[in-house]
Each structure stands twice: as structure tokens, then as C-alpha cells.
């Protein structure tokens, strides 16, 4: 089965009145995917009709927010994953998220979380891990039948994993393609807004990337089709080893950029730690152990990001 670039918009021009009602009364928030890539997706899940669909990345909830604003009186199951559970972002997205009923939020690392998932039809939406990690990620559980469709967000024309998805996968879509923009970009309208009263318009705006002409619409969601062949192995195997052979590249820039954020981040755990054990998971008390060795944990594995070495691939 393949959909060409006009076949993908009819499809979505079919459900854009149903989507348009189900987000109106739903205000765009920060780092959320914009409305106009969030059509592809829930209008291929009703392509495919499918009854379990998978997020990886949740930040604070607007994207999950507006799938589950489209299925929730629908007998399909939506499973959110978020790395972390102890942020501010964890927080929101409980708040935001409250009351959808076929709705589960979990926490933890998506690479061994959605295999286990995957026991039906379902759509798999990429927005954490990223880069190559998703990438991967995406070429791994599409290797099940089970798996229609994979969305990554984040593959703007200027990423160099935007290249490399182009040459692995074969029938593979992109939100910034002219004709799906023209079509639906009235539906940004609100978050373009949103964005000037944070004052972030000039970082990024439509054509526009850290305040540099882009030649995406904006940060670009990927749609990738499953088939028997989805992908080329040379170029998938041709990728895998740049990567290997690029480990030992390491920017000394990124440490002094991340420092004082991640000490920051490890400072405020235990606040977000105890409000989120209280007032969101409804504890009767504090288990101090417990806290401590989370702690502890988290601490660890923020200063080893630091020292991550970088994998720029090219």
C-alpha cells in the first residue's frame, strides 16, 4: 500500500472539519507540535482506523491533548510515554491531561516500553527520543506488521537526519511539503501568537529558525508507511556506521552550555518530587528512602548527559 503526496492530503482535508471542532475550545501551549502536523496524524489513525495508539515524548500534554480530544469517546486505547516522571512538565501534562478515560500516561524509557506495547494495529508517534535515537527507534518496532504508520517530529529540511530518513525509508511524507502547508497552515494561526506573546516569533516562525529563513514551514512532523520492505538496509547500514565512526567527536561547547541547567534541574527535584507524590499520585506521606535513591538516580543520569559524547551525523 503507498499514498502519494495528494492521496495524504484528501485524506486529511476529509477530516479537517471533525478535527477543527474537536481543538477549538483547546488553547496551543508551548512546546507543543503544531495543529497543522497533529491533523496528519490523527487523520491517518482514522485512515487505518486503527485501536491502540502510542506517543513517545510527552513534554506537558498539548499534542497528547489533541489526540485524545479526537478519540476519546472512541473504544481505542492511547498510551503517552514520558521519560522522566519528577518534572514540571510531568506536572502540567497530569493537570492538562485529567479525565480522558482511555488515556494512560507512562514513564519510562521508551525503547523498551512500546515493543511491549505493540499487541495490535496501531500508530506510533515519535516526538523523544530524537534524532537518531528515533530514528532507530522507528526502524526497530516498524519490523512488526502490527506497526501502520511512524511519525517522528522534529525533520525540518535544515537536520542532517532529515537527509538520512529521505535515503532509508521508502514511502516516507513530510508536513512541510507545499501543498499540505497552503492547505492547512490557517490552523497555526492561534500558536503563531501564542509565540509573538512570548515573545519567540523571531526565533521561529513560518519559514523561519532561529531567526534565519528556513527552508521548512516549521519544526516538520515525518509520516513513514509500513510495508515488507519500508526501508533500505544499505542506506539504514550506511547510517548506522557514519554514526559509529563519529563517536569520538565530542563538542567541549555543549558542557558549558548544559551545566548550570542541569544543576539547576537536579535542585529542583525534590520539590517537583514531593508535589507530584501529594497532590498527583495522592500519597499519604513522604517515603524518604524511596526519594533519596530517585534522587540520587536522576542526579547521576543528568550529569552523565553532560558528558555524553555527541554523535553529529552528516
Not at 274 to 285: W, Y
Request: proline share 2%; glycine share 4%.
Amino acid at each position: 500500500m503507498e499514498l502519494k503526496n495528494d492521496d495524504i492530503i484528501e485524506i486529511c482535508q476529509k477530516y479537517l472539519p471533525i478535527f477543527e471542532k474537536n481543538v477549538a475550545n483547546i488553547g496551543y501551549e508551548l512546546k507543543g507540535i503544531c495543529n497543522s502536523e497533529m491533523l496528519l496524524f490523527v487523520s491517518i489513525i482514522q485512515y487505518f482506523q486503527v485501536k491502540l495508539i502510542i506517543e513517545s515524548g510527552r513534554a506537558s500534554g498539548y499534542s497528547t491533548k489533541i489526540i485524545a480530544a479526537n478519540f476519546n469517546s472512541s473504544n481505542q486505547e492511547i498510551y503517552s510515554i514520558e521519560y522522566l516522571k519528577y518534572t514540571k512538565d510531568s506536572i502540567q501534562s497530569h493537570e492538562n491531561l485529567f479525565g480522558y478515560k482511555n488515556l494512560h500516561l507512562i514513564y519510562g524509557d521508551s525503547n523498551k516500553i512500546i515493543p511491549k506495547l505493540i499487541n495490535r494495529e496501531c500508530c506510533v508517534l515519535i516526538d523523544g527520543p530524537k534524532d537518531d535515537a528515533a530514528i532507530k527507534l522507528a526502524v526497530r518496532i516498524m519490523k512488526n506488521s502490527f506497526v501502520k504508520a511512524v511519525f517522528i517530529h522534529d525533520m525540518d529540511k535544515e537536520s542532517n537526519h532529515r537527509t538520512w530518513m529521505e535515503r532509508i525509508f521508502k514511502n516516507i511524507f513530510f508536513t512541510d511539503d507545499t501543498s499540505y502547508v497552503n492547505a492547512f497552515k490557517h490552523l497555526d494561526e492561534e500558536m503563531w501568537l501564542e509565540l509573538r506573546k512570548h515573545k519567540r516569533d523571531d526565533m521561529y516562525g513560518p519559514y523561519l529558525k532561529n531567526s534565519k529563513h528556513s527552508k521548512s514551514y516549521y519544526h516538520t512532523l515525518a509520516l513513514i508507511f509500513n510495508s515488507k520492505d519500508f526501508f533500505d538496509q544499505d542506506a539504514y547500514f550506511s547510517y548506522i556506521k557514519t554514526i559509529k565512526s563519529q563517536k569520538n567527536k565530542w563538542k567541549i561547547s555543549f558542557l558549558f552550555e548544559n551545566f548550570f541547567g542541569t544543576i539547576k534541574k537536579i535542585l529542583q527535584y525534590p520539590k517537583i518530587y514531593f508535589f507530584v507524590e501529594l497532590n498527583v499520585d495522592k500519597r499519604n506521606g513522604i517515603n524518604f528512602k524511596n526519594f533519596l535513591k530517585k534522587w540520587i538516580k536522576f542526579s547521576g543520569s543528568q550529569v552523565l548527559q553532560i558528558f555524553k559524547k555527541r554523535v553529529p551525523v552528516s
